[in-house]
Nanobody, 115 residues
């Protein structure tokens, strides 16, 4: 069992930055592939970025060059640095941990980009 707790969401103006953190507890963090997903009102949940247990990262085309995902296995934390935010980035952001067919989710943190 893995528990995930997100933090760092909030209201930011277009062009601004936010740093989301996901703290994991439970099973050994380094065994899991980690990711960030988001869900806007009326939309399906979509992948934002992932980082494998080996440290390889992938990004949705819509966030490439603006968002950076990283992990600290010693602290059991995965971070999503979001720069140059746009109104269309507004969503609830969820942390995800996966190993094999098992997937865990955090409760989500709201990100609102508005002037």
């Amino acid at each position: 069992q893995v528990q995930l707790v997100e933090s760092g969401g909030g209201l930011v103006q277009p062009g601004g930055s936010l740093r989301l953190s996901c703290a994991a507890s439970g099973r050994i963090f380094s065994f899991y592939d980690m990711g960030w997903y988001r869900q806007a009102p009326g939309e399906q949940r979509e992948l934002v970025a992932t980082v494998t247990r080996g440290g390889s990262s992938t990004y949705a085309d819509t966030v490439k060059g603006r968002f950076t995902i990283s992990r600290d296995n010693a602290k059991s934390v995965v971070v999503l640095q979001m720069n140059n935010l746009r109104p269309e980035d507004t969503a609830v952001y969820y942390c995800n941990a996966e190993i094999g067919r098992i997937s865990y989710w955090g409760q989500g943190t709201q990100v609102t980009v508005s002037s």
